[in-house]
């Protein structure tokens, strides 16, 4: 009799996931990049930098809709990468200065909220469980709130980002005995930082390394709008000291290292093909994905041809199974999207959110 084949899990986890940890979801964010929280010398310019240039180039004013990150980034990154202006005020250059400045914020953000959800952890224990493989967890999300999560449920956990990362705080993972899960951040992480002469890329498991480093911040990025940020004044309000930013290997200065909200995604380093590349072996080879807060959004088309890639691979062979796709989203608002991409009968769909979904888990 033929043994049968144990479950292997790939969680897919969008914004609605770490909406569960109290971390807002992309619509919600631009109404929190002016937020009055950020009182310091260098967030108060950051502020009233980005507030200019929403008014400038989205006519915003105090009170008023406020433009989505979409439009933000693809604007800066599709007049960057071509090298035009946004208008006779923003350069490039600027415009550049500005982008480092939002994502800057943007980390800030996701750094002033967060809880631990038992609905997540309720999932993750399920998942984990000895009669299933978690074969790997592939994240939309710049936030940490999942190796949060695993740190606290998995003594000496070790993430396995599926690429060349280094530990920023040792010289390798050798060291480190505790479980491993394959997390697979296709758009980056907020807690990377990402060497751009070496091609470094460090994490730091217990925080957000890109904002305790402040990699987004340069002087001559303030100085282009305010001529005071002289280098003593902006290294005494940075408060960081400059070799605390150097790669570990070749002591270049390090920056983010993202994909940010924009249509004109860079997935250019090397790092991003190992991960997307791994992605999709993973994807392929599970029998049972589970999407949690995801709704397909049309930006995310890289990301859509590697899940119908992958859920084809080898659906063409005898014997292959069906696989399993469950979609926890909240409401109905997300099920055209899955109807049209899987098929209507290709896909358990609970509109419930995470909580209604694990309550009807099984171990």
Request: charged share 25%; proline share 3%.
């Amino acid at each position: 009799m033929k043994s049968k084949q144990p479950e292997t899990i790939a969680l897919i986890l969008g914004a609605g996931f770490s909406k569960c940890a109290e971390i807002p979801l992309q619509a919600e964010f631009p109404s929190y990049l002016l937020s009055e929280d950020f009182s310091s010398h260098i967030d108060r310019a950051i502020s009233a930098i980005l507030a200019e240039f929403m008014a400038d180039v989205f006519g915003w004013k105090v009170g008023g809709a406020w433009p989505t990150l979409e439009d933000i980034f693809t604007f800066i990154d599709l007049s960057t990468s071509s090298g035009h202006h946004l208008g006779i005020k923003y350069t490039p250059k600027l415009l550049r200065a500005i982008r480092r400045m939002a994502i800057h914020r943007v980390f800030s953000v996701l750094d002033q909220r967060f809880r631990y959800s038992s609905e997540i952890t309720r999932l993750l224990e399920y998942c984990l469980d000895s009669r299933r493989v978690l074969s790997g967890i592939v994240v939309l999300n710049w936030d940490i709130a999942l190796e949060k999560h695993l740190s606290s449920m998995l003594p000496g956990f070790c993430p396995d980002y599926c690429c060349d990362a280094q530990d920023w705080n040792r010289r390798s993972d050798s060291g480190r005995l505790g479980p491993r899960v394959k997390i697979l951040k296709v758009h980056g992480s907020s807690n990377w930082v990402y060497c751009e002469n070496c091609g470094a890329l460090f994490y730091d498991l217990n925080e957000k390394l890109s904002l305790r480093t402040k990699v987004g911040l340069i002087k001559h990025d303030f100085r282009l709008f305010n001529e005071k940020f002289t280098g003593r004044a902006f290294n005494r309000e940075l408060g960081i000291a400059p070799n605390e930013r150097k790669c570990r290997r070749c002591k270049n200065m390090v920056s983010s290292h993202i994909a940010t909200f924009s249509y004109r995604k860079s997935f250019r380093t090397h790092a991003f093909s190992q991960i997307w590349h791994n992605a999709f072996e993973i994807l392929a080879a599970s029998n049972r994905w589970v999407f949690v807060g995801y709704s397909l959004p049309k930006a995310d088309f890289e990301l859509k041809h590697l899940l119908k890639c992958s859920q084809l691979m080898l659906a063409h062979l005898a014997g292959q199974p069906r696989r399993r796709i469950d979609v926890v989203s909240k409401g109905d608002a997300a099920r055209a999207e899955y109807e049209s991409f899987f098929g209507a009968e290709h896909f358990h769909y609970y509109s419930s959110e995470l909580a209604g979904y694990v309550s009807q888990l099984s171990v």
